[in-house]
């Protein structure tokens, strides 16, 4: 079966502290996307990638970066958390045009 | 701004009738749109999609229905169960320009036993 892993279901992090959220893809995808889901505001990009050491930005890359070194590993990076980043996080990865997107179960990131 | 809208943030049904959820768009590019299903705790899986070549798309009981001229598509659940209870998005695509679907705010149905 087919596998999108993201490496934490849950996460509590400190203002200030660098946060790495961690995604593996087993389906061999060239794309892969980060997002964010809030209420009311759906589902936001922030990153997506098309190939190894490609990346760029979405909607909402502000206070994000992102880290391509192997085609199956996206990690989106924050920074410097803020508590407005408290979120759920979803990754995705599609094989193309046409083709829907295979999501990870999410990180739900709390920050304090 | 909002290229694509779900203008009903939720939705309640009796068991056994008809779900239909709506979502507007406004960009006449988008030629390939998609439904998820979301549970809480856990990432959105697909449900259905369709062609802006084709009006109607069926699934069991799952069918979407495409208004090119209204910017329109709606998703039927006929008939509603319990387990249906989650979180709806729609998301659409320009399969001419990148892989990146918008998606729509969501709607939050529940089916009432």
């Known amino acids: 079966d087919v596998k999108v892993t993201q490496s934490s279901r849950y996460l509590v992090k400190r203002t200030g502290e660098k946060v790495f959220l961690e995604c593996v893809q087993d389906?061999?995808?060239?794309?892969m996307f980060w997002y964010r889901q809030d209420p009311g505001l759906g589902l936001r990009l922030i990153y997506f990638?098309?190939?190894?050491?490609?990346?760029e930005k979405g909607d909402i890359p502000e206070g994000y970066s992102v880290s391509r070194e192997k085609k199956e590993r996206f990690s989106l990076i924050l920074e410097s958390a803020s508590t407005n980043q408290t979120s759920m996080y979803l990754c995705?990865?599609?094989?193309?045009?046409?083709?829907?997107?295979?999501f990870g179960s999410g990180t739900r990131l709390t920050v304090v | 701004d909002q290229q694509v809208k779900q203008n009903s943030p939720s939705l309640s049904v009796q068991e056994g009738r008809i779900s239909i959820l709506n979502c507007d768009y406004t960009?006449?590019?988008?030629?390939?749109f998609l439904w998820y299903k979301k549970y809480p705790a856990e990432g959105p899986t697909f449900l259905i999609s369709?062609?802006?070549?084709?009006d109607k798309n069926e699934d069991g009981r799952f069918t979407v229905f495409l208004n090119k001229s209204a910017k329109h598509l709606s998703l039927h659940i006929v008939p509603s169960q319990p387990g249906d209870s989650a979180v709806y998005f729609c998301?659409?695509?320009?399969?001419?320009?990148?892989?990146?679907?918008?998606f729509g705010t969501g709607t939050r149905l529940k089916v009432l036993a």
């Open positions: 995705a990865s599609t094989r193309g045009q046409g083709y829907g997107y295979t």
């Open positions: 389906m061999d995808h060239e794309n």
């Open positions: 998301a659409a695509l320009t399969t001419s320009g990148t892989y990146k679907y918008i």
């Open positions: 990638s098309y190939d190894v050491k490609m990346k």
């Open positions: 369709i062609s802006s070549i084709k």
């Open positions: 960009n006449s590019m988008f030629d390939y």
